[in-house]
Structures are given as structure tokens and as C-alpha cells.
């Protein structure tokens, strides 16, 4: 009998169950112990982590006039293979009220891996400007995914004029990343300039009428690896208010 296995298995399905342990509910977001190790280090931001900064921005930035949409349902946005089960993720969201419209986007293509994928990016709706920009910190690479899901939702965004709006995503000039697992907190970062551009832009501070030269005043490697310990100790703050 190999006892010395059936400890190890053990001890494996404790750390997993660890690992699993649910630390934090906020809105329709969970957060689990493994999430605070992911923020600790240097790796990937995961579904999960995006989802509860996606749902806790709107506190700071409050307004009917935009919203943040979840990774997991802008991953079935993208991928959804069913109109009648599409409907129902899109029309609760009332796109077509909406002024500013986020989607994080992933390169996720496998619809039965709904937390799947290695690199984040941004497809930001402005209404007023009629345009759809796509954010890359990693040199575009996930470009056709995000004209996979403008191509899906684009048709529930209440564009009157539908030939100019199906022409393509415009791939903006955004500040690039130095390694390969800070994408995440890249669409973290630029969210959060985007919101705060939104919240004064009253104020002609950006000739373009969009949110550019607030996103290039805001988002830089250092503001970004700092974006990591934000989150964190905004978890941390969270969970000890449970």
C-alpha cells in the first residue's frame, strides 16, 4: 500500500481547495484566495480580477450614462453561437442608451473554456463620435478578436447609421506594455483614465473630443506595475469590511 501517494494526493486536494476558497463577493463578482496571489506577482490577470475592478469602477465614476460590461459576457458576446441565448446577454445591458460602451476583449476561442485566453485588450463605444476604438498594449494582437465582438454587438448599439458604423474598429495608438503578462492591468489602467476623462470632459481638455490625450497623460509602465498594489490593497480594503 502506498501510503506515501495517498499523502500527497492529499495534501494536493488541500492546497487546491485552498487555492479555491471564495475570499470576496462584490456585485456579481467573486474573488478566490489564488486571485491574491495573482495580484501579488508578476502574472496574467485573470477573469475574475478584471470582472471585480469592471464592476467596482462605476462606484467611483458613477453614471447611468455608460457601462463597463463583464469579461464573461463580453466573451459571449464574442462567441455566443445562439441568437435567442445571445438576446438575452445583450438586452439587459441597454446598449443603445448608453454614451460610452467598455468591453475588455479576450483571445479566448474556445467556448467551452469560458475563462481561457493569455492576452487583454479594450474595444471602447463612443456615441457621440460614432467610433469604435480598440485598444492593444501588445501590438495588436488581438485584433480580430476584437472585430469579432463588434461585429456581434454592433447591431444592438442603436446606430442610425449603420453603413458608416459597419466599416471597422479603429486601432488607436495606446501605450504599449514591456513584458507579456501586463496586459490585464493595461485595460485596468486605461479603463480607469477613460472613466475619469468621462467624468470631466466637460472640460475641452482633448482636442480629438475623445479620451486620448487623458489615456496617454495617465497610462505609463509605472502607473500601470502600481495598478497591480492598487487592486490588492482595494481587495484587501473589501475583505476586511466583510
Known sequence: MNL????????????????DEKILSYNDAVLRRSDLDI????????????????????SCYPSEEFVLV????AFWIANCPDIESFKDFVEPLNLSSKKLVIFPVNNNDNVTEAEGGNRWSLLVFERN????????????LNAGHAKQLYRAIVGYMGISDMASACKYVVRSKTPQQVNGYNCG????????AICSWYESKSEPNDEDGLWLST??????????DK??????GL???LMSMQ
Do not use: C, W
Open 4 to 19: 506515501g501517494k495517498g499523502i500527497h494526493i492529499d495534501i494536493y486536494k488541500m492546497r487546491k481547495s485552498a487555492a
Open 39 to 58: 495580484l501579488s506577482g508578476p502574472y496574467f490577470l485573470n477573469y475574475r480580477i478584471i470582472e471585480f475592478y469592471f464592476s467596482y469602477l462605476p
Open 70 to 73: 463583464s469579461p464573461s459576457i
Open 129 to 140: 463620435a460614432n467610433v469604435s476604438v480598440h485598444h492593444d498594449s501588445y501590438g495588436g
Open 185 to 192: 492591468l493595461y485595460v485596468t489602467t486605461i479603463v480607469k
Open 215 to 224: 489615456m496617454n497623460e495617465q497610462v505609463n509602465p509605472s502607473v500601470v
Open 227 to 232: 495598478m497591480r498594489t492598487v487592486i490588492l
Open 235 to 237: 481587495v484587501k480594503s
